[in-house]
């Protein structure tokens, strides 16, 4: 049988945000095998528990809107915020009841107080440093009604594994997609990067594109005595299918956090 004839073009890096940008309509394949319904599930449990039974909810750093739409489907207002209206415009159209906003994240204004403040998919590392993470939480603070909560996953810098490159793969339109994601700290300081790679191959020809999102790095020790200030907080095992008190030594976990 005849090899078949593979070309393979390696594109320049992305920029800092072409994948949320120029390459969006990539962004849910390259999340295809996330269970947004189970997240946001699990999610709407635990405010059920620490809430004040509102439903007033935003999605920070909402991308395309798949939780915001689960949360409206539930039954909540549920509104998104995103730092790139390309992602914004498809959630638009995912959530035509929803209104979408153009802030970003470390300072941000909303029209009422909210009952719900979610953040998905490690997104609160988006905030470039220290400064900016406590000019978010001093936001999500100011934006909550009396005892509303946030709730975020997050990653501790100190247990992460720079071997570790998740990656799957998906057919659309013709094209074979491969997609891969893996943190990477260099041991110090407070920034660590989100390592990002794309190929798709259409009739042989495989294009490729990489890059690195500098993101906020720090450990569960800090990140508590940022939150504690201002939050009772109780924090869980990063598991969507089961609430779990978070057993203190898994280096990825769920955030739960109350308005004093």
Same mark, same amino acid.
Request: hydrophobic share 35%; with cysteine; glycine share 8%.
């Given at each position: 049988?005849?090899?078949?004839?593979?070309?393979?073009?390696?594109?320049?890096?992305?920029?800092?945000?072409?994948?949320?940008?120029?390459?969006?309509?990539?962004?849910?394949?390259?999340?295809?095998?996330?269970?947004?319904?189970?997240?946001?599930?699990?999610?709407?449990?635990?405010?059920? =528990?620490?809430?004040?039974?509102?439903?007033?909810?935003?999605?920070?750093?909402?991308?395309?809107?798949?939780?915001?739409?689960?949360?409206?489907?539930?039954?909540?207002?549920?509104?998104? =915020?995103?730092?790139?209206?390309?992602?914004?415009?498809?959630?638009?159209?995912?959530?035509?009841?929803?209104?979408?906003?153009?802030?970003?994240?470390?300072?941000?204004?909303? %029209?009422?107080?909210?009952?719900?403040?979610?953040?998905? =998919?490690?997104?609160?590392?988006?905030?470039?440093?220290?400064?900016?993470?406590?000019?978010?939480?001093?936001?999500?603070?100011?934006?909550?009604?009396?005892?509303?909560?946030?709730?975020?996953?997050?990653?501790?810098?100190?247990?992460?594994?720079?071997?570790?490159?998740?990656?799957?793969?998906?057919?659309?339109?013709?094209?074979?997609?491969?997609?891969?994601?893996?943190?990477?700290?260099?041991?110090?300081?407070?920034?660590?990067?989100?390592?990002?790679?794309?190929?798709?191959?259409?009739?042989?020809?495989?294009?490729?594109?990489?890059?690195?999102?500098?993101?906020?790095?720090? %450990?569960?020790?800090?990140?508590?005595?940022?939150?504690?200030?201002?939050?009772?907080?109780?924090?869980?095992?990063?598991?969507?299918?089961?609430?779990?008190?978070?057993? %203190?030594?898994?280096?990825?976990? =769920?955030?739960?956090?109350?308005?004093?």
């Amino acid at each position: 049988m005849p090899r078949r004839n593979l070309r393979r073009t390696l594109w320049p890096p992305m920029s800092s945000n072409a994948l949320y940008t120029d390459l969006s309509p990539y962004y849910d394949l390259m999340c295809a095998d996330i269970d947004y319904r189970a997240q946001s599930h699990s999610v709407r449990r635990l405010h059920q =528990l620490f809430g004040n039974q509102g439903r007033r909810h935003l999605d920070l750093a909402c991308g395309t809107g798949p939780h915001v739409r689960h949360f409206l489907d539930f039954g909540y207002r549920s509104a998104g =915020l995103d730092i790139n209206q390309p992602m914004l415009d498809i959630a638009q159209l995912r959530c035509p009841e929803a209104q979408f906003s153009r802030q970003d994240m470390a300072g941000f204004l909303v %029209g009422e107080p909210l009952d719900l403040i979610t953040c998905f =998919l490690y997104s609160i590392h988006y905030n470039a440093g220290l400064e900016q993470l406590q000019a978010c939480l001093a936001s999500v603070h100011g934006a909550l009604e009396d005892n509303g909560v946030l709730c975020f996953n997050a990653v501790d810098k100190r247990q992460i594994d720079n071997r570790s490159f998740v990656r799957h793969t998906v057919e659309h339109e013709g094209s074979h997609f491969t997609f891969g994601s893996g943190w990477y700290y260099s041991g110090k300081g407070e920034q660590q990067a989100l390592r990002l790679s794309i190929e798709k191959t259409t009739a042989g020809v495989t294009q490729a594109w990489q890059d690195e999102h500098s993101m906020v790095a720090l %450990g569960f020790t800090e990140l508590l005595q940022l939150l504690q200030p201002h939050f009772e907080v109780q924090v869980f095992e990063h598991d969507y299918e089961r609430i779990t008190p978070w057993g %203190g030594t898994s280096g990825n976990a =769920l955030f739960v956090c109350v308005k004093r």
